[in-house]
């Protein structure tokens, strides 16, 4: 099965505060988002990524990813992550108009295996319609009250913490989106609303998100 990529890459990183897109920040010499399409490469799953840029980095992004421009077509994104990643849908079924798998794949998760793409890709050619990749939670969690006071423990055994990529039969995220009016951080939510089931699979400790300068200084370490 003909399987494609999204990379939505369009933020600013204003948590991050590098003063340059998130997706162009490099750690140990390679751009975040670099290292993100070429874990998806690594896979040897995927034909073709898209990647959805900040609108005016269309060129320096294309030029950072030059080593890999038979494998990558850059979009400019939009001005919300949903934004980019439907605008990356269309291209992507322009471009690879047979593809039957569609992975989306934040480019601030540059350091997630290559063997976590697969075993996505593997559950989705299985009949997954979708698939998000999952870690348990490692802290105790309590909800509070609006005053701050611990409501309850919640009982945390059930509790996931999702990353990406997130893999989808095409149609399912195309249905998704095409229901979807407004704003959602998490591509499988979508699916959720309408109606759709969504499998999980282990996730990793290197597919953190890279958010602030802490978590950069995490991978860097990782990286050493
Ligand atoms: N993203 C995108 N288009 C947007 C906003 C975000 O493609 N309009 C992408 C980011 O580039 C990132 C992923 O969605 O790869 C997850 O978003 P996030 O971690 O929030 O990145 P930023 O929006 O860049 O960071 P911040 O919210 O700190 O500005
Ligand atoms: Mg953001």
């Not at 919640?154 to 095409?170: E, H, N, W």
């Not at 959602?184 to 309408?194: F, Q, S």
């Amino acid at each position: 099965m003909s399987v494609v990529a999204l990379v939505p890459a369009a933020g600013r990183g204003v948590r991050l505060g590098a003063g340059v897109p998130k997706a162009l920040v490099p750690v140990a010499g390679e751009s975040l988002l670099s290292r993100a399409v070429r874990g998806l490469h690594d896979s040897g799953r995927v034909r073709h990524v898209v990647v959805a840029a900040p609108a005016d980095e269309v060129p320096a992004v294309e030029a950072e990813l030059a080593s890999l421009r038979s494998f990558v077509h850059v979009v400019p994104g939009g001005a919300e992550r949903t934004d980019s990643v439907r605008l990356a849908l269309a291209e992507a079924e322009r471009v690879v108009p047979d593809a039957r798998v569609v992975l989306v794949h934040d480019a601030a998760r540059a350091f997630t295996p290559p063997s976590v793409v697969r075993d996505v890709v593997r559950a989705v050619e299985e009949g997954a319609p979708a698939v998000v990749p999952v870690l348990p939670v490692a802290d105790t969690i309590k909800q509070v009250d609006e005053a701050g006071d611990v409501e309850t423990t919640v009982d945390r055994s059930r509790l996931r913490t999702v990353q990406t990529p997130q893999g989808f039969a095409i149609d399912v995220l195309r249905q998704a989106y095409a229901a979807a009016g407004d704003i959602a951080t998490d591509d499988a939510g979508l699916v959720e609303r309408i109606g759709g089931k969504v499998s999980t699979v282990p996730g990793h400790p290197h597919a953190l998100k890279i958010t602030t300068a802490f978590d950069l200084a995490i991978a860097e370490a990782v990286l050493a």
